[in-house]
């Protein structure tokens, strides 16, 4: 019987359609993250890869994992991927893209609102014994009605979040992005902005790119000096997309207003990082998409996209859709 490997607990329905199609099963279901050494020995014998989690997909592993038919991603993101050495091998890869952009960018949302609130900071203060005296002018926050949304990467996720701001405060949309977005032009009288013009003009700015080469590290000091005093960063997209220590050193000198992270460098954050404790800091271990119904939804296009893979027919998902042309390795 052909297996697959499954690297964490998934959806019971999703695992279901894999057995359904007559394929075997392995699940991975310690709490601990697999070495690259003990992902490859673990593939063996299996002739699909359900890749739940932070595992690299690199040329080290895709020569010594030959025997695959396919991978399929839990997750829009594949920075963890080597597409190039991917494609080079004939390997097809897919990710589990749309079905997370509205519980994602309502994470956006819910850090837009709390650090604009101090939200996670004021509960803080509570369980320190420190909700005394009633001070009118203490524990004021911002509001958002009517502020500009400055979204970098104005794709599916930026596009749910800036719906939302638009509709709930009447939020400007300005964004940056490879090439313009015109459905989102049209849609929310949405501006394209450069890069310079996005740090500037921002009340919130929140990041929604791929984490690349180019995006790497492009939050840095630099950047962040550009950025207006009253201005919050949000990053539900990868946490090496900004420097922390240079987040830190802003929000220290109060150069910008707040910050709002689902997504940090290194994963897990260390428990004693001082931007915990900053009173317009919210942050949140990387729960953009962990709802049940995204979670389920994500495992079913995770399964179904292996399944194709094992029959030989083209995944509905793939990252790169070369590997079907002729011609290849
Ligand atoms: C996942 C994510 O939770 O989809 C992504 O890119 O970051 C999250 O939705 C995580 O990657 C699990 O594999």
């Known amino acids: 019987m052909e297996k697959v490997l499954v690297t964490r607990r998934i959806s019971e329905n999703a695992l279901e359609l894999i057995r359904n199609e007559g394929y075997g099963l392995s699940i991975y279901t310690e709490n601990k993250d697999l070495t690259p050494a003990e992902l490859i020995k673990m593939c063996e014998g299996h002739v699909g890869l359900l890749s739940v989690g932070p595992n690299k997909i690199d040329e080290h592993f895709l020569s010594s994992c030959k025997h695959l038919k396919g991978i399929a991603l839990m997750s829009v993101g594949y920075d963890k991927v080597d597409v190039n050495a991917a494609t080079k091998h004939g390997m097809p890869i897919s990710n589990t893209p749309d079905v997370l952009s509205e519980a994602t960018a309502d994470t956006a949302f819910l850090l837009m609102l709390s650090v604009a609130r101090k939200a996670f900071y004021m509960h803080k203060t509570i369980e320190r014994g420190e909700w005394g005296f009633f001070d009118p002018m203490k524990n004021l926050g911002q509001e958002l009605y009517g502020k500009t949304l400055g979204v970098l990467g104005l794709g599916r996720i930026g596009l749910e979040l800036a719906k939302k701001a638009k509709a709930a405060y009447g939020m400007k949309v300005i964004y940056h992005n490879r090439s313009k977005n015109k459905n989102a032009e049209e849609l929310l009288n949405a501006t394209y902005v450069s890069f310079d013009d996005l740090l500037k003009r921002s009340d919130v700015l929140s990041v929604h790119v791929n984490l690349t080469e180019e995006t790497k590290g492009m939050f840095n000091l630099t950047a962040f000096e550009k950025m207006k005093p009253n201005a919050i960063f949000i990053n539900t997209a990868r946490g090496a ?51 049940e119904e995204t979670r389920e939804k994500m495992a079913i296009m995770a399964a179904q996209n292996i399944i194709k893979a094992l029959k030989g027919e083209q995944m509905p998902q793939v990252i790169n859709p070369e590997v079907y042309q002729k011609g290849l390795e």
């Open 241 to 291: 997309i900004h420097n922390e220590k240079d987040l830190m050193t802003v929000l220290q000198n109060k150069t910008i207003w707040g910050a709002g992270l689902d997504v940090t460098n290194p994963e897990p954050m260390d428990r004693n990082n001082p931007l915990l404790n900053m009173e317009n800091v919210c942050i949140l271990p990387h729960i953009g998409s962990a709802t």
